[in-house]
């Protein structure tokens, strides 16, 4: 499928247009507290002519088969270039995290790295992410760490997503 840049997109968003659309593949993930497992996600970057991307994800645990065994992890929020090839994300979760992240656009990658996480009393314990971007060969490939749970920095979660 052929990407083309909307005409009214705004032009503070141009460094990271290769992102806008729907995606749509299969992840993996893991962590030392946790067994590893599967997961099917659909993500969205859209624009409305204003000079932030909203961003939405829903991930759906899957089974040896690939097949859905229940709902995963949702998040929502917004990505703000703020110049000099610098971004701004701020994301919210149903799981009781809200957190800042700050990055950096270089091509068609980006990388951020948390700022701030806040969490409510309910929520576990997540004190740090690290997030990689990257369009490959028309593929959104990702990578997510994370610091939780009294565990150091390490890898969580990874995937491929194809534009649909």
Do not use: C
Not at 48 to 71: M, N, Q
Not at 109 to 137: F, H, I, N, P, W
């Amino acid at each position: 499928m052929a990407f083309q840049i909307p005409s009214d997109l705004h032009p503070d968003l141009m460094p990271v247009a290769w992102l806008l659309g729907n995606w749509h593949g299969n992840g993996r993930g893991e962590y030392s507290t946790i067994e590893p497992f599967g997961f099917e996600q659909d993500v969205v970057f859209a624009h409305d002519t204003r000079p932030f991307l909203h961003y939405f994800s829903r991930t759906w645990i899957t089974d040896d088969a690939g097949e859905r065994v229940r709902p995963g992890a949702l998040e929502t929020g917004f990505l703000r270039p703020s110049g000099e090839g610098k971004v701004e994300l701020v994301l919210a979760h149903p799981t009781g995290y809200a957190e800042i992240w700050y990055g950096d656009i270089d091509g068609a990658r980006l990388t951020l790295a948390t700022d701030v996480v806040a969490r409510t009393v309910s929520a576990k314990e997540y004190t740090a992410g690290q997030r990689m971007y990257g369009l490959v060969e028309g593929a959104l490939m990702y990578a997510y760490d994370m610091a939780a749970e009294g565990q150091p920095m390490q890898s969580h979660l990874w995937g491929k997503l194809e534009r649909v």
